[in-house]
């Protein structure tokens, strides 16, 4: 069974860092694209962040480019995402996912094209 666990959500002022981590198992996780989605209270669910498997490709939403940066360790299964100049629309909950097929070349932003997700990390940017 794949699991993601994330980590490193938190509560901080408007300006602060965070960096949250994604923990994989249970499947071979450098094979496989992976990406940071968040939802917010009464919203849907958005992409952020996408890594292509081997790293050598990153997306971002346009609403976090310059502030967030994703990464992976593949010897450590573990995704990142740090996170600078947090304001108070980043509040949400912070979710990992696995892309549906191995090494897609394209980083997807469509929720639809993931099919494992983490349970979800809080992230609250206050002013």
């Known amino acids: 069974q794949v699991q993601l666990v994330e980590s490193g959500g938190g509560s901080v002022q408007a300006g602060g860092s965070l960096r949250l981590s994604c923990v994989a198992s249970?499947?071979?996780?450098?094979?496989?694209?992976m990406a940071w989605f968040r939802q917010a209270p009464g919203k849907e669910r958005e992409f952020v962040a996408g890594?292509?498997?081997?790293?050598?490709?990153?997306s971002y939403a346009d609403s976090v480019k310059g502030r967030f940066t994703i990464s992976r360790d593949n010897a450590k299964n573990t995704l990142y995402l740090q996170m600078f100049s947090l304001n108070p629309d980043d509040t949400a909950v912070y979710y990992c996912?696995?892309?549906?097929?191995?090494?897609?070349?394209?980083?997807?932003?469509?929720?639809?094209?993931?099919?494992?997700w983490g349970q979800g990390t809080q992230v609250t940017v206050s002013s």
């Open positions: 249970e499947y071979t996780f450098s094979r496989y694209n």
């Open positions: 996912s696995r892309d549906t097929i191995p090494r897609r070349l394209v980083v997807s932003h469509t929720t639809v094209e993931y099919d494992y």
């Open positions: 890594i292509r498997w081997n790293g050598e490709r990153t």
